[in-house]
Structure formats: structure tokens, C-alpha cells
């Protein structure tokens, strides 16, 4: 392994925060979800602080949040479907952790999406639309900083981490 951290990007609903509590008890290591870390620091949850805030305020916290998860111990962390939005990000990313790509086709992260309580801010209205958009905008930045890909559409988490720690070692 190159590095002591492993970090999980993908859009929303690709299972980064699933994945990434099996992935973690597997290595033995604490799960870094940046978005539980945010929304534990302001004490509101996301759609709240896109809502009140804005998106640039939202990124700015999500910027703190991914430096201070890939600069500290071993961790597997999960990032937040933006985190890949700045070059910042994109470079503490590069070097700080082994980046696993999380992807899956749209109708399955749109039939997953449905299934939680919680809005995701940005899929709010039209989701197959924003999520078309979205994933036009970011898999080229995914791509360009993964050292692995995962398709997550049958989405087993503990035959995942099984799959990823193998190529971790």
C-alpha cells in the first residue's frame, strides 16, 4: 500500500459510507465519514447548511474536514461526492491516500437515493437530471486521481472490503 489512508469518492449514493464501515473494521481502522464530521461540528445536517449557508460556505467546511481526516492517522475515509470539486481536495487526496473510485449506474444510485429519509441538496429537484449532470461534471475528476476503481451496483460491502484490502496488501 502506498499510503496509510484510504479515501472513497463517487457520487452520492455509490455506497462510500457503506463500504466504508466494512472496509474499516476489515483494516482495523476508524471510518472518516466528512460528511458526519461537518454536520457533527455545525450540529445540522447538510441539506440545513447548503440551505442557510450556501454551497461555496458547504465546500469550504467539507475542505477543513477531508484535510483534517487525511492528515491524521490511519483512517479509511469517506468523502462527501464534491470533495473532488477543488484542486486543493483533489491534491490532499493524491497524496495523503490510496483513492478508491466508487461508482455505479445511475438507476441504481437513483433506486438507493429513494430509499433514505434524508435529501441529498443537490439531487433535490429532477434527480436523474442533476445526477446525469453531476456525474458529466465529476468522473473525469474521479477518474483522474483513482488509483482504483469499484463498481458498487451489486453492492456487498464485506466482499468489497475483502476485494479492496487484497489489493491494499
Not at 473494521?25 to 460528511?35: E, I, R, V, Y
Request: one cysteine or more; aromatic letters at 4%.
Amino acid at each position: 500500500m502506498k499510503k496509510n489512508t484510504v479515501a472513497l469518492v463517487g457520487l452520492s449514493g455509490t455506497g462510500k459510507s457503506t463500504l466504508g464501515r466494512a472496509l474499516a473494521g476489515a483494516l482495523g481502522w476508524p471510518l472518516l465519514d466528512t460528511d458526519a464530521m461537518i454536520v457533527g461540528a455545525q450540529g445540522r445536517p447538510v441539506a440545513a447548511i447548503f440551505a442557510e449557508l450556501g454551497e461555496a460556505a458547504f465546500r469550504d467546511l467539507e475542505s477543513v474536514a477531508l484535510a483534517e481526516a487525511l492528515t491524521g492517522p490511519a483512517a479509511v475515509v469517506a468523502t462527501g461526492g464534491g470533495a473532488v470539486l477543488r484542486p486543493a481536495n483533489r491534491d490532499l487526496l493524491r497524496r495523503w491516500a490510496t483513492v478508491i473510485w466508487l461508482d455505479a449506474p445511475d438507476a441504481v444510485i437513483l433506486a438507493r437515493l429513494a430509499a433514505h429519509a434524508e435529501g441529498r441538496p443537490l439531487l433535490a429537484d429532477s434527480p436523474a437530471a442533476r445526477l446525469a449532470a453531476l456525474r458529466a461534471t465529476r468522473d473525469e475528476l474521479y477518474r483522474a486521481i483513482s488509483d482504483m476503481v469499484l463498481d458498487t451496483a451489486d453492492l456487498d460491502p464485506d466482499a468489497l472490503a475483502a476485494q479492496v484490502r487484497r489489493c491494499l496488501t
